[in-house]
């Protein structure tokens, strides 16, 4: 079974604009991390943030997690059209747990 | 380094007949863990080995799924008796103890027909 929804499904952008995409789950966790994925095959790990953390950076990647709303959003900044694939947020109960994908959201990045 | 790595990278079988997918875990990783991805259900979560633990089994979807790690490195996933519904691209990651990332491995791709 699924943790939670993200949303939009699918987005949309031209190169250089952010994009933004929200995540929320449905029980405690651990940790939350956002993977890509390019062409439905493997996963690639973007960004780990634990459940007493606010806010993490890495490069063009920002991300939230409000865990009172049990939700994350990702941002991308600066779209690239090498951005374009799906991304999916995932919630980890402990270190090295199984995760608990969400529903991913395809980014479309146009030139 | 070299990633984590899975074979065959595409598998169609005959409804009824089992088969075998293969995950070679990076390296000093001593987590492994198998994940199924469908249309219609998404990333579903199947077993976690960790170290010499006993398996976390709790997302495998029928008595017909099986995995087993030898020797703390290679895990082998067999589905028997495969099902039309069992297609779908089969993930393998593994991780650091006490990390949370997990690496993932380019899938098995498995259609039944």
């Known amino acids: 079974s699924q943790q939670g929804e993200e949303d939009p499904q699918a987005l949309s952008i031209q190169e250089g604009e952010n994009a933004t995409m929200n995540c929320s789950y449905k029980?405690?966790?651990?940790?939350l991390q956002w993977y890509r994925q390019n062409s439905g095959r493997g996963l690639v790990h973007l960004i780990l943030i634990r459940s007493n953390e606010r806010e993490k950076h890495s490069g063009r990647l920002r991300v939230t997690l409000d865990t009172s709303k049990k939700s994350s959003s990702l941002l991308i900044t600066a779209s690239r059209a090498a951005d374009t694939a799906s991304y999916f947020c995932?919630?980890?109960?402990?270190?090295?747990?199984?995760?608990?994908f969400g529903t991913g959201t395809r980014l479309q990045v146009t030139l | 380094g070299a990633g984590v790595s899975q074979s065959p990278s595409n598998k169609v079988t005959e409804k009824g007949k089992d088969v075998e997918l293969r995950c070679d875990p990076i390296?000093?990783?001593?987590?492994l863990y198998w994940y199924r991805q469908s249309l219609g259900q998404g990333l579903e979560f199947l077993i976690y080995f960790q170290g010499n633990s006993a398996p976390d089994k709790s997302g495998l979807p029928s008595d017909r799924f099986s995995a087993e790690r030898t020797g703390g490195s290679v895990s082998t996933l067999t589905i028997q008796r495969t099902q039309q519904e069992d297609s779908a691209v089969y993930l393998c990651a593994s991780s650091l103890a006490g990390a949370g990332e997990q690496y993932f491995g380019p899938g098995t791709r498995l259609t039944v027909t």
């Open positions: 029980t405690s966790i651990n940790n």
């Open positions: 390296s000093g990783h001593t987590a």
């Open positions: 995932a919630t980890g109960t402990g270190t090295a747990s199984k995760l608990t």
